[in-house]
């Protein structure tokens, strides 16, 4: 039985009652294949219901409109032949052998970003279950998939899913995602999911047919917004929510990452952000369920915590921030948003101590003011990374750090992110040096295809590379292959495989008990300094980090503070050799 679901098929003892909210069709019918036709009772709430007592698990349908076209069901969960094909009836059911399951508090987090489709030569849900060893040895307590609603073709990045309820058939079917949660919950890894709720991908979604999922009063970079404040509204916004509350739920998943929240436009009160989050909380109380967002304008209100120190909405942010001042500081490079970061000495020790390195400041990349006043947050309101889908991914290549700069720096920066006080997160392989490219992939019919072509160059023309000839296709089978992992290649470089798993394990040592026992954490440091230097208090205990970024020794103006736990490099006569990181605390 389903619980509560206001989307989607109802699956009773002896009927399936079949619901789509379409109040501007006059008449739907459901087709059943091999099976027949039944006549959906029109309701004046732009409802059109029907029980049917012949539906089985298995059946697959579609729902007809007043024209003839037949569309999938909005709240699918599970499309077999892709977007355009029926609907599958999936038995929601399942025999969860991980028992009591609450999920991990979010300080004893360390994140794991993959990709289904790319993380695995197959591909598949129950590949990724084979490599969950490996993650629990590395260290890593939460992977976080990225989007799974149902995507036009046979491989994409999934950020264009138009089936929000349906987990893409090109990883598998719904049980065996739920093979794959109960398996890492079985380690001790919590699940999260990117979800995406600022627009729809361009193929394959038929709601504008019937519903006004689109409002007039907002735009972004897909076109009209989702109507989330307009007439009709009310519908789309439990779409969403229910949504969020189905994969939590109906997957046991431990959190969700909502991709791009300031395209979310909503001039209403509450604002979807909020009555979401509010939503998901009262829905799971006994469990420990983390929200995540990714939110250009760093807003720092989505991220205020109560008295009792808990998030009043989202646990953290992707701190874009800490990426871009470590990878200038690695790579030396200032084109397009590093630009904003060539500074980056300043920069990175105000993203470590206080969150956002711009909180109102004017962004000459953006053009205008970016970010909110962010000190006083916790550090844990924040993750920290040197590596994910979309740095990786808006490079014209692909490519990452590993495949064109020295080791040292690498090391250097990534001793930086997994010990800092904010929450880490790894990208897919980075653990063992992968070299391996993560370029945009999609799969469209041809005309699609050359539009997207044109759009990635128009998107990130101020980032080099992408007019070159020899630019990735994103549209390229090769180019998706290109990105799989070559698990193969972890064994050559066991020497970085074993500095990660130190790094994880002292975090789990040292850092974590740190932030679970702390009342408050306050960090200190001198933006002028070199080497920098910074300091977090909290409670009777401080951490300290010394760090030289360069590629030159650098003079120790006083010796380090505290008992060393964790150093790379070189310290002597009052100097750090380059790439030089000291982790103490006192």
């Known amino acids: 039985m389903q619980h509560g679901f206001a989307f989607g098929p109802q699956i009773n003892e002896n009927a399936v009652l079949f619901r789509l909210w379409a109040p501007l069709a006059e008449r739907v019918l459901v087709r059943i294949e091999q099976r027949g036709e039944w006549a959906m009772r029109w309701r004046q709430d732009g409802w059109h219901v029907v029980e049917v007592n012949d539906a089985q698990i298995g059946d697959r349908y579609k729902f007809v409109l007043t024209d003839g076209f037949a569309v999938p069901d909005p709240a699918s969960r599970f499309q077999p032949a892709d977007v355009h094909g029926p609907s599958e009836l999936i038995d929601p059911t399942f025999a969860w052998q991980t028992q009591g399951w609450k999920g991990r508090r979010w300080e004893e987090i360390v994140i794991y970003e993959l990709h289904v489709g790319a993380f695995t030569e197959a591909g598949t849900f129950l590949a990724v279950v084979e490599k969950l060893d490996h993650l629990q040895r590395l260290g890593i307590t939460a992977i976080q998939l990225m989007p799974l609603s149902d995507f036009r073709g046979r491989y994409g990045w999934g950020y264009d899913g138009v089936l929000p309820f349906a987990p893409d058939s090109s990883y598998g079917r719904p049980e065996h995602l739920k093979m794959l949660v109960d398996a890492a919950h079985e380690r001790g890894i919590c699940v999260f999911l990117d979800v995406v709720y600022n627009h729809f991908g361009p193929d394959g979604n038929y709601l504008p047919r019937y519903a006004p999922i689109f409002g007039d009063r907002h735009e972004s970079v897909w076109g009209k917004g989702l109507n989330y404040d307009g007439e009709g509204s009310r519908f789309i916004r439990d779409f969403v929510i229910e949504n969020a509350i ?21 001039d209403s009160d509450p604002h979807i952000l909020l009555e979401l989050a509010g ?308």
């Open 279 to 586: 939503r998901v909380r009262s829905a799971f109380p006994e469990r420990h369920i983390h929200l995540i967002v990714e939110n250009e304008d760093n807003e720092a209100a989505l991220l205020a915590r109560g008295e009792d120190g808990k998030p009043r909405h989202f646990a953290a942010q992707w701190n874009d921030d800490i990426h871009h001042a470590l990878h200038v500081a690695a790579t030396g490079e200032v084109f397009g948003y590093y630009q904003d970061y060539a500074d980056w000495g300043p920069r990175l020790s105000r993203a470590l101590a206080e969150g956002f390195a711009f909180q109102g400041e004017y962004m000459q990349y953006r053009g205008r003011p970016r970010g909110s006043p962010s000190i006083g947050l916790s550090p844990s309101a924040f993750i920290s990374f040197i590596q994910n889908h979309d740095q990786i991914g808006n490079r014209a290549r692909g490519d990452r750090m590993i495949s064109s700069h020295p080791i040292e720096a690498i090391k250097a920066i990534a001793a930086i992110y997994l010990l800092s006080p904010q929450i880490p997160m790894l990208f897919m392989g980075e653990e063992w040096g992968a070299a391996d490219p993560f370029p945009f992939f999609c799969d469209f019919d041809e005309e699609l295809n050359a539009k997207i072509r044109l759009g990635r160059k128009e998107e990130l023309k101020r980032l080099p590379g992408f007019e070159a000839e020899d630019a990735c296709d994103p549209t390229a089978e090769t180019t998706f292959r290109s990105a799989k992992l070559r698990w193969d290649k972890m064994s050559e470089n066991s020497a970085i495989g074993n500095y990660y798993e130190q790094l994880l394990r002292l975090r789990h040592q040292v850092v974590v008990p740190l932030l679970a026992d702390a009342s408050s954490c306050v960090a200190t440091y001198d933006p002028d300094a070199s080497p920098l230097r910074l300091r977090w208090q909290m409670d009777a205990s401080s951490l300290h980090l010394t760090a030289n970024l360069s590629n030159t020794p650098a003079a120790l103006q006083g010796p380090t503070e505290g008992q060393a736990f964790f150093s790379v490099g070189s310290t002597a006569n009052n100097s750090m050799g380059p790439w030089t990181v000291v982790w103490s605390l006192s």
């Open 246 to 266: 189905y994969w939590l739920s109906e997957f046991r998943m431990d959190g969700l990452r909502l991709d791009a929240v300031h395209a979310m436009k909503d």
